[in-house]
């Protein structure tokens, strides 16, 4: 069972509440489509500057394996306050741990709504779909 | 090894178009794919194509500086697939655009291509082309800092002669995906000492020798019909709009 603290996309991207922030990173089934168990296969991740504006579902940042670009999708709407400078030098951090090191960018959300999203029993089914 | 199975979820045989486009512009063919790829309701797309005038493109990542063929290649463009640069030259290019839930991409990335290099590897075997995937052995094509894509290989590659004969990328947005591939028919300036279709395919007209088996091969592979069609008036003018971007100099040195 993913982590039921926070909400998901069924494009594979996850959103939890931390404060007056969320935080956004991708899950451990992106990570294994993109890579198939080899953390070295990510090989580059462009993220939103601080201050960027997101709508929801907005398309804020792409991910390069090497054999192919996937775009990172918005959960919510907000403003980028913070980005993870860490994953942008070492995406490994990300393949070993996309739910706490591995996340993405920390945004200031337009509203604290998230009902429009799945948690992780919706997600667990959604992916339990794509695997079949 | 049993071959993983792309049939559709019905398991009937399915039905895609096959648009073929032959030495045609650059800005056309990437724009073309980009508006198969951001299209929804764009049924099964097979493309094959080649490029007038000779064209080099940019993975999407790749920084300008890092690939010193564009100071002598002509026509640049910047791909939306990842990976290395490629030189449109001598070449068939082909694309696959299908939903992301599609059995042919279902699953980690590294298998889609494993199911589409099967098919190639067994199209490649009629022609005499002793093709495999590449392992984890490094390849005599292997070269560092030309930027080029047949230069670097991955376990996943199609090489036959121990070098990299099959260059792909994809992209994956909104849901669906994008696939490129690129068997070379002879070598280019740009990728030396490469595997290339020279001398297994004849001289005067060696696509038409090979595009009809590859077709063959897809059709068994994938279960599936192909019919030959052409873009929709809405694709050409699709393509045409999303295409401009591809040669601007911003796209092209946004890295």
């Given at each position: 069972m993913r982590?039921?603290?926070?909400?998901?996309?069924?494009?594979?991207?996850?959103?939890?509440?931390?404060?007056?922030?969320?935080?956004?990173?991708?899950?451990d089934f992106a990570v294994e489509e993109l890579s198939h168990g080899n953390e070295d296969d990510l090989v580059y991740c462009d993220l939103p500057e601080p201050g960027r504006k997101l709508t929801q579902g907005e398309t804020f940042g792409e991910i390069e394996s090497v054999k192919a670009v996937a775009d990172l999708n918005s959960p919510v709407a907000g403003e980028v306050v913070e980005i993870n400078k860490t994953i942008e030098d070492h995406l490994q951090v990300l393949a070993k741990d996309p739910w706490d090191k591995g996340w993405l960018i920390r945004v200031k959300p337009d509203n604290t709504s998230m009902s429009h999203l799945l948690d992780a029993e919706g997600y667990e089914a959604s992916v339990g779909e794509a695997d079949e | 090894m049993t071959r993983p199975s792309v049939r559709s979820d019905s398991g009937a045989v399915e039905t895609w178009r096959l648009i073929e486009s032959w030495d045609a512009a650059p800005e056309f063919n990437m724009g073309l794919?980009?508006?198969?790829?951001?299209d929804p309701g764009a049924p099964p797309t097979l493309r094959l194509y080649t490029w007038s005038p000779d064209t080099l493109s940019l993975g999407y990542f790749q920084k300008w500086a890092d690939v010193p063929g564009t100071e002598n290649a002509g026509a640049v463009v910047r791909r939306i697939t990842g990976g290395g640069a490629i030189h449109h030259t001598r070449e068939l290019t082909f694309s696959i655009v299908l939903p992301q839930d599609h059995p042919l991409f279902r699953g980690p990335i590294p298998l889609s291509y494993g199911r589409i290099h099967e098919a190639?590897?067994?199209?490649?075997?009629?022609?005499?082309?002793?093709?495999?995937?590449?392992g984890q052995a490094s390849l005599l094509s292997d070269r560092e800092k030309t930027g080029m894509c047949f230069h670097e290989s991955t376990p996943l590659d199609v090489a036959w002669g121990e070098r990299k004969g099959v260059g792909s990328a994809q992209r994956r947005r909104g849901g669906r995906v994008l696939h490129h591939g690129?068997?070379?028919?002879?070598?280019?300036?740009?990728?030396?000492?490469?595997?290339?279709?020279?001398?297994?395919?004849p001289g005067e007209n060696p696509i038409g020798a090979f595009a009809p088996a590859l077709l063959r091969e897809i059709e068994t592979n994938f279960a599936v019909h192909l019919e030959r069609s052409e873009p929709t008036n809405s694709e050409r003018s699709a393509a045409q709009h999303l295409g401009e971007r591809y040669a601007s100099p911003s796209f092209l040195r946004r890295r």
């Open positions: 982590p039921d603290d926070r909400h998901y996309l069924p494009s594979h991207e996850w959103v939890k509440t931390d404060g007056d922030t969320v935080v956004f990173g991708i899950t | 794919d980009e508006a198969l790829l951001d190639l590897i067994a199209a490649l075997s009629g022609f005499g082309v002793e093709a495999s995937l590449a690129s068997i070379k028919l002879g070598s280019t300036p740009l990728e030396g000492d490469i595997a290339t279709l020279e001398g297994y395919l």
